[in-house]
């Protein structure tokens, strides 16, 4: 076994009830999107007492992100950058559990508190071996991942991928269908564009009764979504994968009452920038086209949400090798494409990044849940795993020419 990875696995071992507490005081203490003053502070703290160098990102709503600096020997060298996210959702928290969310409607449940306590513990890691490497680590603390536009694009604006060293970016994300002590990778593209749209629809109010007298927005509505599904079904090219959802309709009328206008919501997803660009053309001319031909109209609001991830094959293939030899090559899995979206994406335009899951399920345990639901958890061991890993990685990378 390399001696160096026999170090950063004992140096995890050892710091692995640290960094669990770490992780339990995020989770305790959640703050949504663009909002993570106290998480920020916590965090920078943290890195001061560890006497690693940061800086604040000041510049609009992405005032909260952070990044701080591990430097080796020859620090201009080369730069390897690592990135966790910090904001929680709106979610009111089911769990029971010593460290629950005390600040009620708020909850860390896309595993955003496991990935700053984890990057946290990295750094802690590299700066104990700041001696044995040449070049500069950056380590990204992000703001509002899960809020367009997100941090990333701020974090991004506000120059943190400047440095002419910086040759390549690691981020990771929890994985409950994924066994704790494993990882997956995918090269290529991984997760799809995510845009918002919002539909207003308008029409004649009336007595419910009386229909030929208004005209119907809710029905309108009705032919609206079920045409737009053509979207997806005749005319996305059946290679480029593809979802149209819509999740909210809202029709403030009453069993005996045609309302004046219904207000829907979804999401257009896909992994094709050309196709989204012209998808989004389509589901406006037929969205207001229905509408006008039953005598009502129709506002699309399409807001651009983040791009397709793309990992960088070399990258991700060399990180699949290093998990290899840190973990053992029976914990490291291929993962399928994934539909969900992560501004993490915005990186992987700018940089050559690697994007890779970070298993925390436990059936034993009952830790089953998915993201973005009240009881949602992990098995703390994969902190261990996942701070020991991304040290890994960053100092693999720097090795190479």
Same mark, same amino acid.
């Given at each position: 076994?390399?001696?160096?990875?026999?170090?950063?696995?004992?140096?995890?071992?050892?710091?692995?009830?640290?960094?669990?507490s770490f992780?339990?005081?995020?989770?305790?203490?959640?703050?949504?999107?663009?909002k993570e003053f106290k998480t @920020?502070?916590? %965090?920078?703290?943290?890195? *001061?007492?560890? &006497?690693?160098?940061?800086?604040?990102?000041?510049?609009?709503? +992405?005032?909260?992100?952070?990044?701080?600096?591990?430097?080796?020997?020859?620090?201009?060298?080369?730069?390897?950058?690592?990135?966790?996210?910090m904001d929680a959702l709106p979610i009111?928290?089911?769990?029971?559990?010593?460290?629950?969310?005390?600040?009620?409607?708020?909850?860390?449940?896309?595993?955003?508190d496991v990935h700053s306590s984890s990057l946290l513990g990295t750094a802690i890691i590299l700066n104990e071996l700041k001696d044995q490497f040449e070049g500069t680590i950056k380590l990204v603390f992000q703001p509002g991942e899960e809020?367009?536009?997100?941090?990333? @694009?701020?974090? %991004?604006?506000?120059?943190? *991928?400047?440095? &002419?060293?910086?040759?390549?970016?690691?981020?990771?994300?929890? +994985?409950?269908?994924?066994?704790?002590?494993?990882?997956?990778?995918?090269?290529?593209?991984y997760m799809a564009s995510a845009d918002e749209i919002y539909l207003t629809v308008k029409g004649k109010g009336g007595h419910a009764a009386m229909p030929d007298n208004a005209v119907d927005p809710v029905l309108i509505t009705a032919h609206i979504i079920i045409a737009l599904q053509q979207v997806v079904s005749r005319n996305a090219n059946p290679k480029i994968p593809t979802v149209l959802s819509f999740g909210k309709v809202i029709a403030?009328?009453?069993?005996?009452?045609?309302?004046?206008?219904?207000?829907?919501a979804?999401?257009?997803?896909?992994?094709?920038e050309e196709w989204r660009s012209e998808a989004k053309k389509r589901i406006t001319k037929i969205a207001t086209g229905i509408a006008e031909s039953m005598g009502g109209t129709c506002d699309v609001n399409?807001?651009?949400?983040?791009?397709?991830?793309?990992?960088?094959?070399?990258?991700?293939?060399?990180?699949?090798?290093?998990?290899?030899?840190?973990?053992?090559?029976?914990?490291?899995v291929d993962l399928d494409i994934w539909m969900a979206s992560e501004d993490f994406a915005y990186y992987t335009h700018h940089v050559d990044s690697c994007f890779y899951r970070l298993g925390v399920r436990n059936e034993t345990l009952g830790i089953t849940s998915g993201v973005h639901t009240p009881t949602f958890n992990v098995d703390e061991k994969a902190l261990e795993v996942g701070s020991g890993l991304m040290a890994w990685l960053a100092l693999k990378e720097l090795e190479i020419k």
């Open positions: 076994m390399d001696l160096l990875s026999d170090r950063i696995k004992k140096i995890a071992g050892g710091i692995s009830a640290e960094v669990i992780r339990r005081h995020l989770h305790q203490n959640p703050e949504l999107s663009f @920020s502070e916590f %965090i920078a703290q943290t890195l *001061l007492n560890k &006497k690693i160098e940061i800086e604040y990102i000041k510049e609009g709503i +992405a005032q909260t992100g952070l990044v701080a600096y591990i430097k080796g020997k020859n620090p201009g060298k080369k730069m390897i950058a690592l990135r966790a996210d009111i928290e089911q769990n029971v559990i010593d460290y629950k969310s005390i600040n009620e409607g708020v909850m860390h449940a896309c595993g955003h809020l367009i536009p997100g941090g990333a @694009s701020l974090m %991004i604006k506000a120059g943190i *991928l400047k440095e &002419k060293s910086l040759k390549s970016m690691f981020g990771q994300h929890v +994985a409950p269908q994924i066994e704790v002590g494993k990882v997956g990778f995918r090269s290529g593209i403030e009328g009453a069993t005996n009452i045609i309302p004046n206008e219904v207000k829907v979804g999401t257009f997803r896909t992994l094709n399409i807001l651009d949400g983040y791009p397709y991830l793309e990992n960088n094959p070399l990258l991700t293939d060399r990180a699949k090798v290093y998990a290899k030899e840190f973990l053992g090559e029976e914990n490291v």
